[in-house]
């Protein structure tokens, strides 16, 4: 269903102001990535110690690492060095039909345990952002998510985006900043 692009088509994303850091992509493969990323978190959490340069590696290379989720590219938030970072993936679909974007929104693949809270994000003009909030319980614990459909427009495809942590608190007060992210994620290009 998500492709990390859809013949043609790009995602444009306008990170400026905002507290995300991209992933690895295509071309900038996790390996080539990781160092740039290390010591970009490093200058930002003035680092100085070894012990916490070690820490940064090892949880950048924990989230930064591929993996076989739907959403093929990835945004660290990461405010402070003694906070768990919340990742958000992201990638696009193209137009079809409504069912597929409403399975995504409702959090069918995860199991809800009630009902996703699905609302409008205010958005400019010509732009359709809906989130919902859902969560589920894979196992003991609690799993929260906020899930994005973003449509600008575009006759071909919508941009998905997604997070998802084990603490509420975590997902909740990032909301400001998931949903201006939403707001910058464009489909962009001709088909």
């Known amino acids: 269903m998500v492709t990390s692009s859809v013949s043609g088509l790009q995602l444009d994303l306008d990170l400026d102001d905002l507290p995300w850091v991209i992933g690895p992509t295509e071309q900038r493969p996790f390996k080539q990535w990781l160092p740039a990323a290390v010591l970009l978190m490093s200058q930002i959490f003035d680092v100085r110690q070894r012990k916490e340069r070690k820490y940064v590696t090892a949880m950048l290379e924990r989230i930064g690492r591929p993996d076989r989720g739907p959403l093929p590219y990835k945004l660290i938030r990461w405010l402070e060095l003694g906070e ?53 319980q894979p196992d003991a ?50 088909r």
């Open 84 to 136: 768990v970072p919340l990742v958000a993936s992201f990638g696009m679909v193209e137009r079809g039909t409504p069912e597929l974007l409403e399975a995504f929104l409702a959090a069918a693949d995860s199991g809800p345990v009630e009902r996703p809270v699905i609302e409008d994000v205010p958005a400019p003009a010509g732009v359709i952002v809906r989130r919902s909030l859902s969560y589920s």
């Open 141 to 190: 614990g609690l799993f929260v998510e906020a899930r994005y459909v973003i449509d600008n427009g575009h006759p071909a495809a919508v941009a998905l985006l997604h997070a998802g942590e084990r603490s509420p608190g975590a997902v909740v007060s990032a909301l400001d900043d998931l949903d201006a992210l939403a707001l910058r994620m464009h489909v962009v290009g001709e």
